[in-house]
């Protein structure tokens, strides 16, 4: 036999693939069930190492000698990002779940991780980020993760049967999330358009949704959150389709709006998701469902009201108003979830006030309405001073038109139109109104409640300062996914 140097299995050798030199077998080997022989030792096969958590960590559901794939930082380092992924990141990206048994980043997410190399260094690039804009002593760590992640996932793309795998779409959509918190929104937009090309190669996000949830919640959502508008569609009323789907409650029977909500002047659409909302909520009082049920609903909602707005009719200002304020108050009470909704938030609150300010007499008999969409704009316009100051000029008109006096009273004509009962939701919305009735002058002291004031800790943005240079490569080192994993 002739002698070669050459350290990859034959398998590889021959399919001209690149051979992780696995012992006894290498992972592309044991996924194709083939035999693995070596013509030489791989004796500088990479070696997998162990994840030592500190002593009593309390995520029991995590062995704390499972092994994980190779990198180039050092192993403190690596176990230090493990540690901060596993113990905040999870829990920041997944608010909803704040469980360690239970939490998706931690029980099905991060097993993932451990076998895919590529969602590994995505991972730990999330928490990698996260320390440095902490230090605020630059992205060394970050940027070589950045670049040993996408040469893995462009191997990934390139082999049809891995493009597809829960792990390549994580993979590409987390970074989807990191591009566009960078400010390199073209990159962003290059991933979220690939993920949707591998969601179509598995039938669609509603097949994904069946046997991967968690992937196919965040793809749908980091996708209408980078590019601001729905990517995919929904199902119809009765859960029939391709696109996203409906929670179980959705679809019971439609009662009929007997209120003054019924006299609106409001397009079909739009009607049906208000009252659909209203029934479901109405059954939340006696049986509360939990938060991942909210998400689901939130997303399907969502989607539901944008993409019917993109449609070519033209809908009244009072249709408009309704649209962006159930909108909004959906992002409300769900919160952040996998990274910050602010940019998107902003452009929805622009939009509300630009269909209230061509919308003047339709409210004037459905004052419930005004205080409603009034409390809306003032929550989500918290970080806009000048947004803020207008919503909180109607929300006084509104108060002053029905002689409000209280919170109590406030809420009474909010609970009319739209409410969801919660732990939190009175603490959201209620700070914003006890400023105007404690004002003996009724005048709102905006400086001093411009910023969120609910008690339910918001995700910080995890996003690079906006100065940052998108795409600067230093010294060769890619910082950028741009053009590297394939779907450029």
């Known amino acids: 036999m002739r002698h070669t140097l050459r350290r990859s299995c034959s398998a590889c050798a021959k399919s001209k693939h690149s051979c992780d030199l696995g012992t006894p077998r290498c992972s592309r080997c044991v996924k194709r069930k083939v ?103 630059g992205f060394q760590a970050s940027t070589v993760l950045m670049a040993d992640s996408v040469a893995l996932l462009r191997r990934k793309v390139e082999d049809s049967a891995l493009a597809v795998q829960d792990g390549t779409m994580n993979s590409v ?35 994904v949704r069946r046997t991967s949830p968690l992937t196919a919640r ?92 993109a449609g070519a009719h033209v809908s009244s200002p009072t249709t408009e108003c309704i649209r962006y304020g159930i909108v909004l108050y959906m992002f409300i009470i769900q919160g952040p979830t996998y990274f910050s909704h602010a940019v998107l938030m902003n452009k929805l609150v622009t939009n509300l006030r630009q269909h209230l300010e061509q919308q003047q007499f339709e409210f004037a008999a459905h004052q419930d309405v005004n205080v409603w969409l009034a409390a809306v704009g003032l929550v989500a316009s918290a970080n806009n001073t000048a947004h803020y100051e207008w919503f909180a000029e109607r929300a006084r008109a509104a108060s002053a038109s029905l002689q409000l006096r209280s919170w109590t009273d406030t809420l009474s004509c909010i609970k009319r139109v739209l409410w969801l009962e919660t732990v939190h939701s009175e603490g959201i919305f209620r700070p914003h109104w006890d400023m105007f009735f404690m004002s003996s002058h009724n005048d709102v002291a905006t400086t001093d409640i411009s910023q969120p004031t609910t008690p339910r800790s918001l995700v910080a943005i995890r996003s690079l300062p906006r100065g940052s240079p998108p795409g600067k490569k230093q010294s060769g080192v890619v910082t950028s996914s741009m053009d590297v994993i394939g779907f450029g």
């Open 35 to 137: 035999q693995c022989l070596y013509a030489n030792e791989p004796l500088t096969a990479p070696q997998k190492k162990t994840i030592i958590l500190p002593v009593g960590t309390r995520f029991s559901s995590v062995d704390p000698f499972e092994s994980y794939p190779q990198t180039r930082l050092p192993r403190s380092h690596v176990q230090r990002l493990i540690h901060s992924f596993l113990h905040k990141i999870a829990f920041q990206y997944y608010p909803l779940d704040l469980s360690p048994t239970s939490n998706p980043f931690l029980v099905s997410w991060w097993p993932q991780a451990l076998g895919d190399p590529a969602l590994f260094h995505v991972s730990l690039q999330t928490a990698c980020l996260d320390e440095e804009l902490l230090a605020q002593r």
């Open 218 to 309: 965040m793809v749908s959502w980091v996708s209408l959150l980078v590019m601001g508008h729905p990517q995919f569609d929904t199902q119809d009323d009765a859960g029939i389709g391709d696109g996203i789907p409906p929670i179980p409650e959705w679809r019971l029977d439609l009662p009929i709006l007997e209120d003054q909500l019924g006299n609106l002047n409001i397009d079909h659409p739009v009607k049906n998701v208000l009252t659909r909302l209203r029934c479901v909520f109405e059954r939340a009082q006696s049986a509360p469902f939990p938060n991942t049920r909210l998400h689901d609903l939130t997303c399907f909602a969502v989607h539901r009201l944008l993409l019917t707005a």
């Open 173 to 207: 959509i987390t970074l989807a999330a990191i591009e566009f918190g960078k400010g390199n929104t073209r990159v962003s937009e290059m991933h979220v358009a690939g993920v949707k090309r591998l969601v179509d190669l598995r039938g669609g996000i509603s097949s």
